[in-house]
């Protein structure tokens, strides 16, 4: 038995898709990961606990100081109402000292914001397909972008490749990327046979309704006056919130429509089918739009900027 897949496995302490690329790691599958440790009052032991795993397996890592984090605590009226959690610790995680030097390369690119260096070194750190970090470099280049994507077939594309390659960490150049569709293949089953009761609860198909609320609307945005890059806009992809917890948390969710246009503060009935890291959701009706909609959260979410 390998502790250290038991440990991630068993505990609550990673979020699914940080378990999926630990796991893979653990496995000795992936170079390189980056995964959110976080902590609460009921769990304060395993930042210890997951750091001596890592020591007996002679696990090149670097730990970030501790940030606060926070959750969604309660919805009332126009109110969506934040609450500090715990702190969470970032880890990046080495197979070999070669691999951590190379991502301090990518750390020196970033500072000297060349973007396409540090890509492709991302790439090589975590292991993705060169078909995939040409593509994503190719895409820094929002006029590029703008040209071959509408905003539909953006978000779709996007939408698409996470129901197709659920087990992947990349953006695949395509949702036809032949790479891609192996290495999903392969974690797929590493996964199965290393943490079959993860990828029980990850591949499970949970169903719930709610009513949502619209909280905004995506696109990308360009420029110094931070326009949005397609003004033109062929569909929406709008971040709803499920106004009832779920398994103890309010959902934010995206969703991709082409049919109708919603405003801030829509309430709108229907329900969601989650599995892997997505869901599909479906809406019935609008039922009012909310006035005055009040969402402020203090800390970003769990993420790093350099
Ligand atoms: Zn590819």
Known sequence: ????????????????????????????????????????????????????????????????????????????????????????????????????RLFKRYLSFVKRQKKDDADIAAGKVYGYPACCIKQYIKENDLDWLKNNFSYYSYYKRLHDSERKFPFI????????????????IKYKNIIKKRAPKFFKEFSKKKYFRTDFIVEGENNLMVGINNRPLWVKQDAHEYTVIANKPYNKHFYLLSYLTKEKEYAKGSLLSGSAEMQY???????NKLKKVIPNLVHIRKFKLLGRKY
């Not at 960490?169 to 999903?184: E, F, G």
């Not at 890291?277 to 809406?283: E, H, L």
């Open 1 to 100: 038995m390998d502790f250290l897949i038991d440990f991630i496995e068993k505990r609550d302490c990673f979020e699914p898709a940080d378990k999926l690329k630990l796991i893979l790691f653990a496995a000795r599958t992936k170079p390189s990961t980056f995964v959110s440790l976080k902590i609460t009052p009921r769990n304060i032991g395993d930042k210890f606990h997951f750091e001596r795993h890592l020591k007996d397996h002679n696990i090149f890592f670097n730990v970030d100081k501790p940030k606060s984090f926070e959750e969604i605590s309660k919805i009332k009226n126009n109110k969506i109402v934040w609450s500090l959690k715990g702190t969470w610790y970032g880890y990046d995680l080495f197979k070999d000292k070669q691999h951590q």
């Open 169 to 184: 960490a990349h953006t695949p150049c395509s949702t036809k990327c032949d790479i891609s569709r192996k290495l999903n």
């Open 277 to 283: 890291n997505y869901a599909d959701i479906k809406i």
